[in-house]
């Protein structure tokens, strides 16, 4: 089955550093989404992004948080100023429109990059 | 608003038994409904789905869940679980007329099965 593919695994950084987030969404996929699961707590949703612009976007996603698509393969979130409370897993999923007549009913999730902000 | 509860935090059980893990939804239009699974160092992966049509699903590794909608919920099933069913088990709703624009998860099961 194809897959979603996350860089690096693991990144850590300091306080106050940038740090750029890498994601190859399935080919074929159109909806692309990053999430994240802070140790012990939910997974919550950051950002949606479709036709190369945010289609909706949580609280978290505050002006430190952007995303990028900048090739045909690539999607990329990036924290401008790392905090303490930055540090978590992050997921990045695509989605497929098209699948099972119904919108984006099943994310397909990448296995996370875990981010430590010391 | 949609929302999430997920009943249990912790959900140990010996090998062979059967589980439910509980999940209670909150939304004012219909919903799509999914079980995903993490198991540990890795990502999530799906594990049954409801869209419409019968309320008994069944997914992979012998999990089967029952949308009720009068209850508003999906709980997540297993006659009889394996060592390796030990993972974080999450309920989660989306609007499929914003469809996976936002997935909204619970806070997650963990799952613990000992032998």
């Known amino acids: 089955e194809p897959e979603v593919t996350q860089t690096p695994s693991h990144q850590v950084t300091q306080m106050g550093q940038e740090v750029i987030l890498r994601c190859v969404p399935i080919s074929n996929h159109l909806y692309f989404y990053w999430y994240r699961q802070i140790l012990g707590q939910k997974v919550e949703f950051l950002v949606s992004?479709?036709?190369?612009?945010?289609?909706?976007k949580s609280e978290i996603f505050d002006d430190q948080f952007s995303v990028e698509r900048p090739d045909g393969s690539n999607f990329t979130l990036k924290i401008r100023s790392t905090k303490l409370e930055d540090s978590a897993m992050y997921f990045c999923?695509?989605?497929?429109?098209?699948?099972?007549?119904?919108?984006?009913?099943?994310?397909?999730f990448g296995s996370g990059t875990q981010l430590s902000v010391l | 608003a949609q929302s999430v509860t997920q009943l249990d935090s912790q959900v140990p059980v010996f090998e062979e038994a059967p589980v439910e893990l509980r999940c209670n939804y909150s939304s004012s239009v219909s919903v799509y409904l999914f079980w995903y699974v993490q198991y540990p160092n890795q990502g999530l992966q799906l594990l049954l789905k409801?869209?419409?049509?019968?309320?008994l699903v069944k997914g992979i590794n012998g999990f089967e869940a029952e949308f009720n909608k009068s209850q508003t919920s999906f709980h997540l099933r297993k006659p009889s679980v394996h060592i390796s069913d030990t993972a974080e088990y999450f309920c989660?709703?989306?609007?499929?007329?914003?469809?996976?624009?936002?997935?909204?998860f619970g806070a997650g099961t963990r799952l613990f099965v000992k032998a």
């Open positions: 999923a695509s989605s497929d429109p098209f699948q099972d007549h119904a919108t984006n009913e099943k994310l397909f």
């Open positions: 989660a709703v989306s609007d499929p007329y914003t469809g996976g624009f936002k997935t909204i």
């Open positions: 992004f479709y036709n190369n612009e945010i289609s909706e």
């Open positions: 409801y869209l419409s049509g019968s309320t």
